[in-house]
């Protein structure tokens, strides 16, 4: 009898703890995968949720510490904040902050034309999720930019996508770092 009873009990506490690793597994599933667990790239490459806490700024520093190789250019302006909350979910959900930096800098056509060479830099379409306050910096024109020109900008802190505009040796560069 107590072999039976320790076989039971062994098994009831089996058990127990796959119930317990279903309920609290189950919990962390989202409801809707298509809500407001997407990745940031989503929030960010619709230009949606972007708060600016920081700028518009001229101020080299600021872009040079996030992407050395504009540091000889001259800084039309910038602006920094964090992504706001996806549509839907609360802004007082604790978790990570994400962050993003935009600049508009001139670094003069010799030098676009450098990193287009370099990099292999194709004609792409123009930035469409720059902040509200760099805008009227972005002129109309063929933007070329490119993965190896991003890589090149890149780094452990900041993911950065790089836009080129030969005709007037402007960069526009949207960052973002956590």
Partial sequence: ???????????????????VALVVGGGCTPADPAGPDRTTATIVDKGAGKVATAGPARDLDPVMRRFPLLADGTV???VAGTIGAAPGSSERVPGPTTYWFDAVVDVGTEQVAAWVREYDAASVAAPDSVAVELRDLVLSGEFVGGRRLDDAFSSARWHARV????????????????
Avoid at 2 to 11: G, T, V
């Fill in 163 to 178: 836009y080129l505009l030969p005709t007037t040796g402007r960069v526009v560069v949207l960052g973002i770092g956590d």
């Fill in 1 to 19: 009898m107590s072999r039976e009873r320790a076989s039971f009990r062994r098994a009831g506490g089996v058990l127990t703890c796959v119930g």
């Fill in 76 to 78: 039309d302006g910038w």
